[in-house]
């Protein structure tokens, strides 16, 4: 057995890669320790919190990590609870969100007590997919349009093809075929059951494309040619949705809207109005709304999801009118994609989070979805509200975050 002594002074002078510790000493943890001692030395650094975990780390390393060294810590709280009444999720929820953003827990939690003062919010999934979009290169713009017109003609040749990888996977169109120049680039859209599912539909999508490359003169530039569109935003994803498209909605009586959050509806009305419509209008943003990323990313870092699609997660568009003197207040995010099963959230903590709502596992991702449109709801109406009756600052400064 080679000593721990021996395989860092290699590390430092270039004899050995960290990537190979693991096959040399034959044990995670070990392995861990090492490459956090390496990193100690070269950094001159004492990571002494780093070393502090309780996860399996021979799990991890099989999926979701390489090269660990140790883990990272971000204060979880607790907000709730949110009451819900959707076509999953009916009842009162706990909701674990992972942040180092003072006020934030509190906002939200503001808001669940605005939602439960107000009978719950209801949430739906109206649309659900996943998709993959590779770029394909023809000879000319003629042969562009054939290789267009064949993909339609072959769907279920396709279909078949990328459904032969996958238990739970299924495709249910290839829409839209986008044509520039000689480059084809057409939108693979699957459903994923419970997997979040951008690796099942990226193996579906290499399968069919090895047919549409046999039987025409297609060339596959690259298996992904952001028309997915994978972790970016974009007016593609607004529109036609992916992963979860969400929508939550609550009517809120105007005493409720007086007393709690200190306002009235007209006034929630004309900020949502200037600030997320004409305000997000002339900055050019796709995202009309206030603060969705904070609810999607506290939630994702506290439940495993991965953290990339944070940046699709905030898409979307915040509603309010005023009806009969009360307050309709609306949001809807057309592309988040989630799981409750697979990927990050096998990590004991990120599975804790999600035993904590009752969504841990199979069977579970549409009422993991409902709980999260409610709870972009609740932060959303709770800034807002604090927007309209001036308390922003003030909410910041009490609660010392300045």
Same mark, same amino acid.
């Given at each position: 057995m080679v000593e721990e002594k021996e395989i860092i002074e290699k590390l430092l002078n270039g004899e050995l890669k960290i990537r190979q510790i693991d096959d040399?000493?034959?044990?995670?943890?070990?392995s861990v320790d090492i490459r956090r001692k390496f990193i100690e030395n070269v950094s001159n650094t004492k990571l002494e919190h780093l070393s502090n975990y309780s996860l399996s780390?021979?799990?991890?390393?099989?999926?979701?990590?390489?090269? $660990?060294?140790?883990?990272?810590?971000? $204060?979880?709280?607790?907000?709730? $609870?949110?009451?819900?009444?959707?076509?999953?999720?009916d009842g009162d929820y706990y909701v674990p969100l992972a942040t180092t953003e003072g006020?934030?827990?509190?906002?939200?939690?503001? %808001?669940?007590?605005?939602?439960?003062?107000? %009978?719950?919010?209801?949430?739906?999934?109206?649309?659900?997919?996943?998709?993959r979009a590779p770029v394909i290169k023809t000879e000319s713009v003629s042969e562009a349009i054939k290789i267009k017109e064949w993909i339609k003609l072959h769907f279920n040749d396709l279909k078949e093809a990328a459904e032969s990888t996958t238990r739970h996977g299924k495709l249910i169109k290839i829409d839209p075929i986008i044509i520039v120049g000689k480059y084809v680039y057409p939108r693979f859209v699957y459903t994923t059951g419970d997997s979040m599912g951008m690796n099942m539909v990226t193996i579906a999508t290499d399968t069919a494309l090895k047919?549409?490359?046999?039987?025409?003169?297609?060339?596959?530039?690259?298996?992904?040619?952001?028309?997915?569109?994978?972790?970016?935003?974009?007016?593609?994803?607004?529109?036609?949705?992916?992963?979860?498209?969400?929508?939550?909605?609550?009517?809120?009586p105007r005493e409720i809207v007086e007393k709690k959050l200190k306002t009235t509806p007209e006034a929630i009305v004309e900020v949502n109005v200037s600030k997320n419509f004409i305000g997000s209008?002339?900055?050019?943003?796709?995202?009309?709304?206030?603060?969705?990323?904070?609810?999607?990313?506290?939630?994702?870092?506290?439940?495993?999801?991965?953290?990339?699609?944070?940046?699709? %997660?905030?898409?979307?568009?915040?509603?309010?009118?005023?009806?009969?003197?009360?307050?309709?207040?609306?949001?809807?995010?057309p592309d988040v994609p989630l799981a409750t099963f697979g990927g990050g959230t096998k990590i004991e903590t990120a599975r804790e989070c999600l035993e904590i709502m009752g969504v841990y596992g199979a069977g579970k991702v549409g009422k993991f979805a409902e709980i999260v449109a409610g709870t972009v709801l609740a932060g959303e109406l709770s800034l807002i509200g604090a927007?309209?009756? %001036?308390?922003?600052?003030?909410?910041?400064?009490?609660?010392?975050r300045g």
């Open positions: 040399l000493v034959g044990d995670t943890e070990k780390m021979e799990e991890a390393i099989k999926r979701n990590i390489e090269n $660990p060294i140790g883990t990272i810590q971000i $204060p979880l709280g607790i907000a709730g $609870p949110l009451e819900v009444h959707g076509e999953y999720a006020a934030l827990v509190a906002s939200i939690n503001r %808001g669940f007590s605005v939602i439960k003062a107000a %009978g719950g919010t209801s949430a739906r999934i109206i649309e659900d997919k996943m998709t047919i549409l490359v046999e039987k025409t003169s297609a060339h596959v530039i690259a298996l992904s040619g952001n028309v997915c569109v994978d972790k970016k935003a974009a007016a593609i994803n607004l529109i036609e949705g992916r992963g979860k498209s969400i929508v939550a909605e609550i009517s809120i209008a002339i900055a050019g943003s796709m995202s009309f709304n206030a603060q969705y990323a904070n609810m999607i990313g506290a939630i994702f870092l506290a439940t495993g999801q991965d953290e990339a699609h944070i940046v699709e %997660g905030s898409l979307g568009i915040t509603f309010a009118e005023v009806v009969n003197g009360d307050l309709y207040f609306a949001v809807t995010l927007l309209a009756a %001036g308390h922003l600052a003030r909410a910041h400064k009490d609660l010392g």
